[in-house]
């Protein structure tokens, strides 16, 4: 039997042949992952198989698990080639004699604790097969290692929820509540399967998952351009946790594969660790570790976004005043034009996307907008969303590039798809997207997508839906690649409704994102804690909205939210009074002093008792620690409640914040509504 141990920092890693239960002489291959500190007997364990995988007329191994999960086909049925470990890499081949080869590659991060993991399946038969499900990872025989690795009681599992201006909320269930219970006679399945169909992946729930005791913590996340899933397995004393692409029964996908040819699956990022903080941690330090930016992102300069100041109507002359009076900002290092600038004289903004015409009655000369930022320091971005149409553009009627389902042109409302395999939208998109970027000088783009293609569209080979959405979402991908090749030192955001298209492969190929589309609601504080679970703060962008008649108060409320993050101001910068300037010139000069804890630190805390984020009573306590200093922002929503914090060895090194507190062996701060504050604190000596 084979078996396989390897320690990589605190973690050991298991590869374990399994005979499966009812069918004599069969085994499989399985990946088991445990604290190295725990007590752990793999081979006592029923781990399945490490490969994932289902062709079309597999039969199922495991009774009434049709229709439940595709996990556990006939096609799982593996054994190993060879195996070779390089360093931090473990390459697995293995077969099923039948010409159908699999590599699993295992990497490990020990800057971050972090493996990732992928598999490539080849056919080496000489038959076509259709695949129907290929998993990116599975990792079974997960045992509590508090009850001593015998079973799943105590476990539990912990997702993040997202909706429109609601991303990336943590939900917590004990697998008792769950159902994942072991049956009387060790007998039967429980699956809990969840992800999304379509082209927001951030939407319904972001594509991560932890498995904890207490003790220790087993969290995943998986690269997720397009329709994804994570399967939760339990059966018997033992359960799995496997996810990736999503399968024929989920979304629609299969694929033919020619012999000779390849398919791989996309990356999953796996680690254990004491719990899910440290899990976020990794998992975030591990997406920051490998992200490629321009030169001065490296800086996380602030930015200026126009759009919650003329929602959708800029004009040249009112995007050159507003440069002016950025001027006692020196860290704001971006303009952002947003949507508007293409407008029709006789059409409103929303639904006039697609052409991507400048109207020259509202901006007789682009250049200008790039020739002043530069002139005050600054980069001009600009929005787009070119993968779509809006119903009063003439795009919209170009069927010959558009997406079709059954022959159809995939329509949502007033929302049509540019089909970004064709020639037609390819020339389209380099002489409106990319020579006129190039033309106007614009150093910054807002990639924005605002609606969902589903469970996919028609191809050229008839391929199922779920492989001409994926085929068009690679696309996309492929989209980012030619705006960073072809304008050097481009800066890309990448917005869709605000968070839906956050997922590890899309922001690795981007400077940051638009972290939700809260703009000036009082959760937005809850909404950017959040998502800086999943993303690393250089990333995460967070709107501070400036109005004009708004209290000091409030001001240093936004502020404070967006220093979880990127601080995007917006707003009436053409209103402000001095005492405002002076007052925001504080926030972002107390930033500057902030902005390695908030880049390189680990979240230690976040402390939120609101249940309701349209009716938010409760204050939040966020907490990040980096080398001898700790970051303190507490929001008070709809409370007047005190928080009280320890200070053990540490003196208050700055603040910013109008509330009355103490900071003398405890940080006592005393609430009002809709207050906030951030203090830095640093160790003595």
């Known amino acids: 039997m084979f078996f396989k141990k390897y320690i990589f920092g ?47 007329g597999d039969v199922a191994l495991i009774d009434y698990t049709l229709g439940v999960t595709m996990r556990n086909r006939t096609s799982t049925l593996l054994h190993v080639e060879k195996q070779r470990r390089k360093g931090n890499t473990v390459t697995t081949e293995l077969s099923d004699n039948d010409g159908n080869c699999y590599t699993h590659v295992l990497t490990y991060a020990p800057d971050t604790g972090v493996f990732t993991t992928h598999v490539r399946y080849t056919n080496r038969s000489d038959m ?10 599975s990792l079974s025989g997960v045992t509590s290692v508090k009850g001593g690795c015998k079973d799943t009681m105590g476990l539990s599992l912990t997702r993040m929820t997202s909706a429109w201006s609601r991303e990336c909320r943590t939900k917590t269930e004990a697998f008792s509540a769950l159902g994942f219970d072991m049956s009387w006679a060790r007998y039967g399945v429980k699956v809990e399967k969840f992800g999304q169909v379509g082209s927001m992946p951030n939407r319904g729930y972001y594509p991560f998952a932890a498995v904890g005791d207490g003790k220790y913590c087993l969290g995943v996340q998986i690269d997720a351009p397009y329709s994804w899933q994570i399967e939760l397995y339990q059966e018997k004393e033992t359960c799995a946790l496997s996810g990736g692409l999503g399968d024929y029964e989920f979304a629609h996908w299969r694929k033919e594969i020619l012999p000779g040819e390849s398919f791989e699956s996309g990356n999953a990022y796996f680690t254990v660790q004491r719990d899910v903080y440290a899990v976020c941690n990794a998992l975030v330090h591990e997406q920051d570790r490998t992200l490629s930016v321009p030169a001065g992102e490296e800086e996380m300069p602030v930015m200026y976004n126009e759009y919650c100041a003329t929602w959708g109507n800029p004009t040249q002359e009112l995007m050159l005043r507003m440069m002016d009076a950025l001027k006692p900002f020196p860290q704001i290092k971006y303009f952002v034009i947003d949507s508007g600038w293409y407008k029709p004289e006789d059409r409103g903004w929303c639904n006039a996307i697609g052409d991507w015409e400048v109207n020259r009655t509202i901006f007789p000369d682009l250049t200008q907008i790039s020739k002043k930022a530069k002139s005050l320091g600054m980069k001009a971005g600009i929005w787009y969303e070119y993968e779509v149409a809006g119903r009063d553009s003439e795009t919209f009627y170009r069927e010959d590039m558009l997406l079709h389902r059954d022959g159809h042109v995939l329509t949502s409302k007033n929302r049509r798809f540019l089909d970004l395999r064709t020639e037609e939208a390819e020339a389209f998109l380099q002489e409106k997207l990319l020579r006129q970027l190039k033309d106007s000088g614009f150093e910054y783009i807002k990639i924005d997508y605002n609606d969902n293609i589903g469970m996919g569209c028609d191809s050229e080979d008839g391929a199922a839906f779920g492989e001409g959405g994926r085929q068009v979402t690679e696309a996309s991908l492929e989209w980012l690649q030619k705006l960073r090749d072809g304008i050097q030192g481009l800066v890309i955001e990448n917005c869709s409704s605000g968070g839906s298209r956050i997922e590890p492969r899309r922001m690795g190929m981007v400077s940051m994102c638009s972290f939700s589309d809260a703009h000036e609601c009082p959760e937005i504080p809850l909404v950017a804690a959040n998502v800086s679970r999943v993303i690393p703060a250089r990333q995460e962008q967070i709107w501070a909205v400036l109005r004009e008649g708004e209290s000091n108060s409030r001001t240093i409320y936004s502020l404070c939210a967006a220093m979880m993050g990127r601080i995007c101001l917006s707003g009436d910068i053409l209103k402000l009074s001095e005492e405002k300037i002076g007052l925001i010139q504080r926030g972002l000069s107390f930033y500057e002093k902030i902005k390695d804890v908030v880049r390189f630190g680990d979240i230690a805390k976040i402390d939120n008792t609101v249940e309701y984020y349209r ?41 910013f914040t109008d509330l009355c507190y103490e900071a003398d062996g405890k940080l006592s701060v005393r609430g009002e509504p809709f207050h906030a504050g951030a203090w830095l604190f640093e160790k003595e000596n």
């Open 10 to 56: 605190k973690t050991a890693v298991y590869y374990v042949e399994t005979p499966v239960e009812g069918h004599d002489g069969k085994t499989v291959i399985g990946l088991a992952v445990y604290p190295k500190s725990a007590k752990a007997e793999p081979q006592k364990l029923c781990c399945d198989s490490l490969i994932q995988v289902s062709f079309t």
């Open 128 to 137: 076509v097969r259709t695949l129907e499900m290929l998993s990116s990872f």
């Open 615 to 655: 009716a938010p009573k409760g204050r939040q306590v966020y907490i990040k620690k980096y080398g001898a200093k700790r970051l303190v922002i507490v929001h008070f929503l709809d409370d007047a409640s005190e928080v009280t914090l320890p200070i053990k060895g540490e003196r208050l090194a700055a603040c």
